[in-house]
């Protein structure tokens, strides 16, 4: 992905995207607390689609820096809610499913663009041109930071959202054991992340499902990531 920092524009595009994709996701998790009872995230201001509300500052810092960056977590009390676990759960699980819901609304706007016989994806990465050109190239960059953003925040390792949602659906007994790696959590996403002999261990776990949704909703697009 490299190839989308070639010129400022396309710089731009990513900064946008990613900002896009941040504020759907943590919006999300926000609306859906709030839907099941618990009034925390709205009293917090951060039920709105106001990208500022969901920025985190060394996160968005480091998004310039380092072209990698997080949004500000959503706080939600679990003695708010009906059914603790499954509805934390719940709320977890919205952050990435709307992302790949925008994904997905972004994918039929390509096809809707597509008679305008714009370049192919795999072709001209990222390409940015003048005119509908530049929404092409918008629209793909957005499917992209939606889709990884997704698949990484599914992976059940806690600060993640997949942590979460795999102790919604465990037995109490089950979900007691679970929880008690949270504090390992930061530790053995470290490790994915930090590349050790080549690329990160992460990368392994990512790049397969990440390409599995952009050859379906980026056809002839091939293995991006």
Known sequence: MENILNSPVSFLFYV????VAITIHEFSHAWSADHLGDPTPRLQGRLTLNPLAHLDPLGTILLFLVHFGW?????FDPFNLR???RD???ISLAGPAANLLLATVCSIALRILSPLQLPVLSHTP???AVGSVTIIAFLQILIVMNVVLAVFNLIPIHPLDGFKIVGGFLSPQ???EWYSLERYGMIFLLFLLFPWFGPAPISLI????VNFFLNLLLPGSGSLV
């Open 174 to 176: 089950q979900a007691k």
């Open 206 to 209: 990512l790049n397969p499902v």
């Open 16 to 19: 946008a995207a990613l900002i």
């Open 88 to 90: 934390a759960a719940l």
């Open 83 to 85: 059914n603790p676990r």
């Open 71 to 75: 949004g500000k977590p959503v706080q």
């Open 126 to 128: 990222f390409a940015v």
